[in-house]
Each structure stands twice: as structure tokens, then as C-alpha cells.
């Protein structure tokens, strides 16, 4: 079958009228796609950031509860030493603050109970969903009971990680 040349030519801009649409429709389209993408990465984050979190939570109720003391620094504070080792076991621990207490604050021998939490600044990647996760802080608090008699009571209280 003979084509008229005329044909042809109104087939190759139908074409070329679609392509532009196609780019129209992309371009319209594109930044609801990015912005979808971005809310799962950056929610995926802090979602990531507050699992840490309550991780090193439980990390450092079991280090108090079992009255943790590395051999090889005695001579050092027991709190601070089992705070930096909580920090250790936290991703990031620049921001982030362990405190312990006791529920009784006369008591420190085993069977007593003890609480510790972790809270840190939610760090954000891309920054554009600000408003929503401002408010958010990843804490965590454990309520534990003493296996041994705790030689860290001396300085309980909030600290920094180191």
C-alpha cells in the first residue's frame, strides 16, 4: 500500500506532539514522585534513628542491671564508664544524653530497681519535612531490677555521651 507523502508527514507530527506531551505530563507529575520518595527516605531515618535509641536503652539496662566494670579501668568512675559504653553501641551518639536513677534513691544492692533512659536530637537528612519532624525526640525509658549491688550509684544523673 502507497502511502501519500502528506500522510506521512501528519504521522511523524502526531509523534512528536505526543513526545512533548509526554514531557508535559513529567514535569507535572515529577516533584510529587520526588517529594513522595524523599518522605520515605527521610521517615525511613528517623524511624531508624528511634530504634537505635531504644536499643541502647535496653544496651545500658542490662550493663546497670548486671553492674558492668571493664577490668581494665577500676580506677575510673563506673557510671561514666558504662555510659561510654552505652554510647559505643549507639550509631551516633554525638547528641545523644543517658541518664540513670533509682526508683528508691536509698537503695543499691540486688532486687532494687532501677531506671535508665536514652534520648537524643533527631538528626534530619534532606530537611524539607521540618514542621512535621521538629517535635520529634527518639527517647526511651526501661525500668529494670539490680542483679548485683551497683558500685556506679555514686554519680547517677543525666550525661552527655562522651
Same mark, same amino acid.
Request: with cysteine; glycine share 6%; proline share 3%.
Given at each position: 500500500?502507497?502511502?501519500?507523502?502528506?500522510? !506521512?508527514?501528519?504521522?511523524?507530527?502526531?509523534?512528536?506532539? &505526543? @513526545?512533548? *506531551?509526554?514531557?508535559?505530563?513529567?514535569?507535572?507529575?515529577?516533584?510529587?514522585?520526588?517529594?513522595?520518595?524523599? *518522605?520515605?527516605?527521610?521517615?525511613?531515618?528517623?524511624? #531508624?534513628?528511634?530504634?537505635?535509641? @531504644?536499643?541502647?536503652?535496653?544496651?545500658?539496662?542490662?550493663?546497670? *542491671?548486671?553492674?558492668?566494670?571493664?577490668?581494665?579501668?577500676?580506677?575510673?568512675? &563506673?557510671?561514666?564508664?558504662?555510659?561510654?559504653?552505652?554510647?559505643?553501641?549507639?550509631?551516633?551518639? =554525638?547528641? =545523644?544524653?543517658?541518664?540513670?536513677?533509682?526508683? #528508691?534513691?536509698?537503695?543499691?544492692?540486688?532486687?532494687?530497681? *532501677?531506671?535508665? @533512659?536514652?534520648?537524643?536530637?533527631?538528626?534530619?537528612?534532606?530537611?524539607?519535612?521540618?514542621?512535621?519532624?521538629? #517535635?520529634?525526640?527518639? =527517647? #526511651?525509658?526501661?525500668?529494670? !531490677?539490680?542483679?548485683?549491688?551497683?558500685?556506679?550509684?555514686? =554519680?547517677?544523673?543525666? &550525661?552527655?555521651?562522651?
Amino acid at each position: 500500500m502507497y502511502m501519500r507523502g502528506g500522510n !506521512r508527514r501528519m504521522k511523524e507530527r502526531s509523534k512528536r506532539k &505526543q @513526545r512533548g *506531551a509526554v514531557a508535559v505530563e513529567f514535569a507535572l507529575v515529577s516533584p510529587l514522585l520526588f517529594l513522595v520518595l524523599f *518522605a520515605i527516605i527521610e521517615f525511613g531515618w528517623t524511624f #531508624s534513628q528511634i530504634l537505635d535509641t @531504644r536499643h541502647a536503652t535496653r544496651e545500658a539496662a542490662r550493663l546497670a *542491671a548486671v553492674n558492668f566494670q571493664p577490668t581494665a579501668d577500676l580506677g575510673k568512675d &563506673q557510671t561514666d564508664l558504662m555510659i561510654a559504653e552505652v554510647c559505643t553501641r549507639l550509631e551516633d551518639s =554525638s547528641t =545523644s544524653r543517658v541518664e540513670l536513677t533509682f526508683i #528508691s534513691a536509698t537503695d543499691v544492692d540486688a532486687g532494687d530497681l *532501677a531506671k535508665v @533512659r536514652v534520648e537524643r536530637d533527631l538528626e534530619q537528612l534532606t530537611g524539607f519535612f521540618g514542621p512535621v519532624l521538629d #517535635s520529634i525526640l527518639p =527517647s #526511651s525509658e526501661v525500668e529494670f !531490677r539490680l542483679e548485683r549491688r551497683a558500685t556506679w550509684a555514686e =554519680s547517677v544523673g543525666k &550525661q552527655a555521651c562522651p
